[in-house]
């Protein structure tokens, strides 16, 4: 972050009387749409067709990151309902004193929406794919609770993964050392070379999460013949377990899906863990027990006619992305699907 990336933090502060901080939100100038995983480049070509500048725009996130949170950060007390507001008034006053185009806060949760769209902001919708944990024994109650098919399918997959003698192991905490840190980055700098062109984490960050974050962290990592072959690095909150990078230097086949999915669903059962967030994109998903969950971010616009547009889009989208759910979830593995609320 910082000079030169495209991402400049000017994470936004409120303090009362005293000097003492109550609210926070963190935010960053942003010069292009890259690692929001929020798509809006098409916006930013329409506005620039049309004469405007879209960037810089203020974005509300945490980068490369799409899990949602909070992005209002209020204290405890009498105040919070002030604070949280007075954060929501600086983000839209820094947009006519920096000439920034908008305000974007991306995977918000449903309190900060609630907020932000009673000051103006506008929702929009995606999908991602969340496994969600119904109180399973153990993998084998989980694959019980599927249609015959899938769940041969599942176990078909997860022998396959290993056949060719590889081991799988999660590790966390302690267990973590710097030839794993290594291992993963030679894996997560092949397959982002490969397959995104731009991989933006260095290896010292890398051996920082070790040292800073291990209990934070559960790393999947497969061997084959002595030699660390592929991995999946998950981070675990306080009811849930957060995929984000996968990387391999040998192709092999369901490997994929059991270091990035079967793994963490078998980690969160046996940590009680409430879901697995399998990060952005994926309909391959469905098939593994992971359920179309809608996201939400938050979109203020200083240009009336241009925010009016937009407004008109994301009516047909939000409808767009909530009928294609309905779809998905007519396709879940479940032999009986509980509805949305059961998930919760």
């Known amino acids: 972050m910082g000079r030169g990336t495209g991402w400049g933090p000017v994470h936004i ?11 926070a939100a963190p935010a960053y100038l942003k010069h292009h749409s890259q690692g929001e995983y929020v798509f809006d480049h098409s916006w930013a070509d329409a506005y620039e067709r049309a004469g405007g500048k879209y960037y810089p725009k203020l974005l509300m996130a945490v ?9 209002l950060l209020v204290s405890n007390g009498p105040h919070a309902p002030g ?13 006519h004193q920096l000439e920034l185009s908008s ?11 609630r907020v932000l769209e009673s000051s103006g902001f506008l929702r929009r919708e ?13 993998f084998q109650d989980f694959l019980d609770q599927l249609a015959s098919r ?23 905490g302690s ?3 710097e030839e794993h840190w290594d291992a993963f980055y030679e894996f997560y700098m092949d397959t982002g070379g490969r397959k995104w062109g731009r991989p933006y984490l260095n290896r010292t960050f890398f051996s920082l999460l070790g040292e800073n974050l291990s209990r934070d962290v559960v790393l999947v990592m497969a061997r084959r013949a002595g030699r660390w072959i592929a991995g999946a690095i998950n981070f675990l909150g306080s009811d849930a377990l957060f995929g984000r990078n996968w ?21 969160a059962i046996n940590q009680r863990l409430a879901r697995v967030e399998a990060g952005a994109q994926g309909e391959h998903k469905l098939a593994r027990g992971y359920r179309p969950t809608i996201t939400h971010s938050m979109h203020w616009i200083r240009d009336a006619s241009f925010r009016d547009a937009v407004a008109r889009y994301l009516i047909a989208e939000r409808r767009a992305v909530e009928a294609q759910v309905q779809m998905l979830d007519a396709h879940l593995p479940f032999r009986h699907v509980p509805p949305p609320e059961e998930e919760a």
């Open 63 to 71: 980068p490369f990151t799409p899990a949602t949170g909070p992005r």
């Open 175 to 177: 267990d973590l050392r």
């Open 247 to 267: 990387g391999c230097i040998e192709d092999h086949p369901c490997l994929h899906f059991e270091v990035c999915y079967y793994q963490a669903i078998e980690f």
């Open 103 to 113: 305000v974007n806060a991306n995977f918000v949760t449903d309190d900060d929406a």
């Open 150 to 172: 899938k769940r041969k399918q599942i176990r078909k997959e997860r022998e396959t993964a290993i056949s060719a003698g590889i081991d799988i192991v999660a590790l966390t």
């Open 126 to 138: 995606d999908r991602q794919f969340h496994w969600f944990n119904r109180d399973y024994r153990d």
């Open 13 to 23: 502060s409120v303090k009362d009387y005293a000097g003492k901080l109550i609210a």
């Open 83 to 95: 604070a949280r507001q007075a954060l929501v008034d600086a983000c839209i006053s820094a947009t």
